[in-house]
């Protein structure tokens, strides 16, 4: 059998009803393996507590319930550093709030609790989720285990570690503008951003607020699909969240129509990526699939219009923090010291640069050049989506355009924004995107991860895990 | 302000934003502001069409009612643990209104 750590959400939750597992013996063998593993990879911020009560509770319900317990029962989970857990720090990787305990505990970890799943811990991402590394954490860098040479993806990128070393069954993350996708695809794993509004954002720390979700990361499409399915729901809490039914249902068809814009990925895509990515298609069209080419002209803008719209909310959203009521606190001459102080030695680099540019397309003279155009195309862009999603069933693109890279690379900050090319474009719209391995690509001999993204119309997530399943099958 | 010749841009954003921005940093961020607001004024170049009426999203921010309000001081504590300067439950703030 393999290592209880090693297993699927499935294979685990099989094992755990045939009593071929106990409840504890997952938990104390993912959790040896996490902290070994971590001290190298920096997948977490910190572990938390045994659970002892939790476990029992988990044990009763699988003895008592047998099949009819829900599939996480007793399942060990990573949660990313800005989910609030009442009682436990949520620090967002920031210095500003390394001590902050959280005084209410989120949504999505209140119904995992509801189906006796178990918190490992807390993982590593970059400072207030603004990057795509995972290297502007104030907590170090965390590894790829892939090649620890490199960086693991971000801002989820301790979560993505976490399940790709099999240092947790599945992971939460959140994403913004890829921060699930990005890190799930250069770890070889599979991760959701599920549409706006399917999962509530309560207890969420919040980024840009008309971007963020907070989703899977597991390894496999059906783990992806049993941990989202858990969390997701209307929420009294989160007046954005959806119910159920809001936009027409979507019945998986047995062929898909994949759409692809090859205009976007002719330049600025790796060649071995662009070839992984021709293979995946290949396979599925030999699988009866139909690829079909589409043309989506505002996707060109799609980034340029994310880096206006995000640093705009996310500049507004951390305005909150001034070293008054929680937090890091400097103490100057003046109120206002106070506030500078605070803010300046508590935020990092890659923060403070996303709260001027924020600044700057919100103030007054920029405002209609900037941030208003950006609105309207963003309203443009989800309009060509939606006509294009008349012609196909889903839209497919590489996740990122290469694989992982190596510490300190992108250096500038324009050349690590481009990361986020091809995932921004479903915040924005709001739409469901999944990110599923395709096979590996190999740099100086060292095979790398890399994904294939897949994008669906609103609350068409079961599209997604259908199309995922699929291309899982066909590059087995 | 799109390609700012000297680092007053800059320190006039971070006044704004309650930053402070160490003298030896501003160079750096001035180029990297630059380059950034190259990057994204690619936005100037799209052309919109006028609508004559904006979509209605299906999704709206619909506020609840303001109901069953959590009973007095319920709260409190978790909150209030975190403030950096307190007295009891009050927060400790700097006077900003002279009685002179």
Do not use: C
């Amino acid at each position: 059998m393999k290592k209880s750590n090693e297993m699927t959400i499935g294979e685990a939750a099989r094992a755990l009803r045939a009593r071929a597992l106990s409840v504890r013996e997952l938990w104390e063998e993912t959790v040896s393996v996490a902290q070994e593993k971590n001290k190298e990879l920096n997948a977490y911020l910190e572990f938390f507590e045994p659970e002892e009560t939790e476990i029992t509770a988990a044990q009763k319900r699988l003895d008592e319930e047998g099949s009819e317990a829900p599939l996480l029962t007793g399942i060990p989970l990573a949660v990313k550093d800005n989910i609030l857990i009442k009682g436990k720090i949520a620090s967002s990787a920031s210095r500003m709030l390394a001590n902050y305990r959280a005084s209410y505990t989120a949504t999505v970890i209140k119904k995992l609790r509801e189906a006796n799943a178990l918190f490992l811990g807390r993982t590593n991402m970059d400072e207030f989720a603004m990057g795509s590394s995972t290297e502007t954490s104030a907590f170090g860098v965390t590894k790829n285990p892939h090649d620890v040479s490199r960086v693991p993806g971000g801002s989820s990128g301790g979560s993505a570690v976490a399940v790709s070393a099999h240092m947790a069954l599945a992971a939460l993350g959140s994403d913004t503008g890829g921060s699930i996708r990005q890190p799930a695809s250069l770890n070889g794993i599979v991760g959701l951003k599920p549409t706006y509004g399917a999962v509530s954002r309560y207890g969420l720390m919040a980024m840009g607020s008309s971007l963020d979700q907070i989703g899977p990361l597991a390894k496999s499409v059906d783990d992806a699909e049993i941990l989202f399915r858990a969390i997701a729901g209307r929420d009294p809490h989160d007046a954005t969240s959806l119910p159920p039914n809001l936009y027409p249902a979507h019945p998986v068809p047995q062929k898909m129509r994949i759409g692809v814009p090859r205009d976007l990925i002719e330049e600025g895509v790796s060649d071995d990526v662009r070839t992984r990515f021709e293979e995946t298609l290949a396979a599925l069209a030999r699988a009866g699939h139909t690829v079909v080419d589409i043309t989506l002209p505002t996707s060109a803008y799609a980034l340029p219009v994310y880096y206006v719209i995000m640093p705009a909310e996310a500049s507004t959203n951390l305005a909150r923090f001034d070293g008054m009521r929680y937090g890091f606190s400097k103490r100057g001459s003046t109120l206002r010291d106070d506030y500078i102080l605070s803010r300046s030695e508590g935020f990092g680099e890659e923060v403070k640069r996303r709260i001027l540019l924020g600044t700057f397309v919100l103030s007054s003279g920029y405002i209609d050049a900037y941030y208003r155009k950006a609105a309207a195309a963003r309203s443009l862009l989800a309009r060509e989506y939606n006509e294009a999603f008349q012609k196909v069933d889903v839209i497919a693109v590489p996740t990122s355009p290469s694989p992982a890279f190596r510490f300190g690379e992108k250096g500038d900050p324009v050349s690590m924004y481009v990361e986020d090319i091809f995932t921004v474009t479903a915040n924005l719209t709001g739409m469901p995107a999944i990110s599923v391995p395709m096979k590996k690509v190999v740099r100086e001999g060292t095979p790398l991860p890399v994904g294939i993204q897949y994008t669906a119309l609103h609350q068409a997530e079961n599209v997604l895990f259908a199309l995922g399943r699929i291309t899982e099958s066909v590059l087995e | 302000m799109k390609n700012p010749k000297t680092n007053a841009p800059i320190e006039h954003l971070a006044t704004l934003a309650s930053l402070s921005i160490p003298a030896g940093r501003l160079p750096t961020l001035a180029k990297e502001f630059e380059s950034i607001l190259a990057y994204v004024s690619q936005i100037e170049s799209l052309s919109l069409p006028r609508e004559a009426t904006p979509p209605i999203p299906a999704l709206r921010n619909v506020l609840r009612e303001d109901a069953d309000p959590a009973p007095a001081r319920a709260h409190t504590k978790d909150i209030t643990y975190a403030f950096p300067e307190k007295k009891g439950d009050a927060l400790m703030v700097k006077k900003i209104i002279s009685n002179d």
